[in-house]
């Protein structure tokens, strides 16, 4: 089987199962007693652990493969959503949250570093848009089945995300891959030096993103069962972030006319923050349903610009996405953090307008960064917006 698509596979399938458990966790907590503050340490906890074993395991999957560690890491994970079953107590939670984030950690860093092998400048923003497409879908579809699956019977949920791990454990360790040769250097030392000085403000952009992102991963499940909808609608307005993602993935996949610009990832941040106040001020499903596509939206063109500037380098790349996977935890863990003390002290809608203020702030440190970066050949010169 040829890499690219083996791949492709495989976060399809790892993304339906942190689909279905990020939608039933949450669920499961309240269910034994978890308050706002005990739902945003949850998530606090399993970001820490993601993000200190991305900068980790990002190192070690270039010394070790690619390959040997996303299956130690999918092994780990069939145990981890078994383990959600017997959850009877809070402080349970916080024990298998430590040992996911972990294990995760040794997954997503190697499967980009392994994708990035191979490509030239374009290739890679085809792979990059294929790849973020299929996790995106299993965001989408494994939200969307685990509100059924829950309402029918918890331990569903659980049992069909450690059976599809398992079958991700069994295609790593079975199936023979083909991976294609190092393309040739194409004359691209201007566009490389170019995604040396767009990368901070791409890996600035992703971390504000994924502050709110965790913010309403963690904490807007127990805020709509709050103001009354119940888990199968809930599941589709979660998946909805899936699914912008997916089609935006597309478009910015099929255009290079937003590299090394900084207007495009202003614009859809500035967008996103009017979304995040839909969030804390809206109370039908209709309005939240347009902010959670709009957030969708922007996870969609931060993510690639994070990843693309972290690819389109020469050199080891384990260690590069293992700082953008990195990143992307610590906004997992700031959002559920803060968020949750924000809502113990203000109230439930007031994480949302909090993220909107760290999001519109991010902005500002993007420009003042990119104001800052020389262009190549000159001390001077800034990037263009």
């Known amino acids: 089987m040829r890499k690219d698509p083996f791949l492709y596979v495989l976060a399809f399938v790892m993304d339906c199962c942190a689909g279905l458990a990020g939608l039933c966790v949450p669920l499961v907590a309240v269910r034994v007693g978890a308050d706002y503050g005990a739902l945003g340490a949850l998530g606090a906890l399993g ?5 200190c074993g991305c900068v980790v395991n990002g190192r070690l999957a270039d010394r070790l493969g690619c390959r040997r560690l996303m299956t130690l890491a999918s092994a780990v994970m069939v145990g981890v959503f078994g383990a959600y079953v017997l959850i009877t107590r809070v402080w349970q939670l916080f024990a298998v949250a430590a040992v996911s984030g972990t294990a995760i950690s040794g997954f997503w860093p190697s499967l980009q570093a392994w994708l990035g092998q191979g490509h030239d ?19 989408l579809v494994g939200p969307a089945v685990g509100g059924y699956l829950y309402a029918a019977d918890p331990t569903l ?20 891959i083909r991976t294609p040769a190092a393309a040739p250097a194409v004359a691209q030392a201007e566009s490389l030096a170019a995604a040396q000085r767009f990368l901070p403000v791409a890996w600035v952009a992703n971390f504000a993103t994924f502050y709110a992102t965790g913010t309403i ?8 069962t709050d103001l009354g909808v119940a888990a199968q609608p809930l599941g589709w307005l979660m998946s909805l972030i899936g699914l912008a993602q997916a089609v935006v993935f597309l478009l910015v996949a099929r255009t290079e006319r937003w590299q090394f610009r900084l207007a495009p990832l202003a614009t859809i941040q500035v967008l996103a923050a009017g979304g995040l106040l839909t969030l804390a001020l809206g109370s039908r499903p209709a309005v939240f349903a347009l902010g959670l596509a709009i957030q969708g939206s922007l996870v969609a063109v931060t993510f690639t610009a994070s990843i693309f500037y972290s690819l389109h380098a020469d050199g080891p790349r384990g260690r590069r996405t293992g700082l953008h996977e990195a990143i992307v935890g ?29 999001v519109l702030a991010a902005v500002a440190l993007e420009i003042w960064m990119a104001r800052r970066a020389p262009a190549p050949g000159s001390r001077h010169s800034s990037p263009q917006g």
């Open 47 to 51: 970001s820490v652990a993601y993000s």
């Open 121 to 139: 400048r374009r290739a890679l923003l085809a792979a990059i848009g294929r790849f973020n497409v299929s996790w995106s879908l299993g965001f």
């Open 157 to 176: 949920v659980f049992a069909a995300a450690a059976m599809l791990a398992t079958l991700v454990v069994l295609a790593l360790l079975a199936l023979p």
């Open 217 to 224: 991963r963690s904490l807007f499940p127990k805020f709509a």
């Open 330 to 358: 610590s906004g997992f863990l700031a959002g559920p953090l803060a968020g949750g003390l924000v809502a113990a002290q203000l109230g439930a809608r007031a994480p949302y307008a909090a993220a909107s203020l760290v």
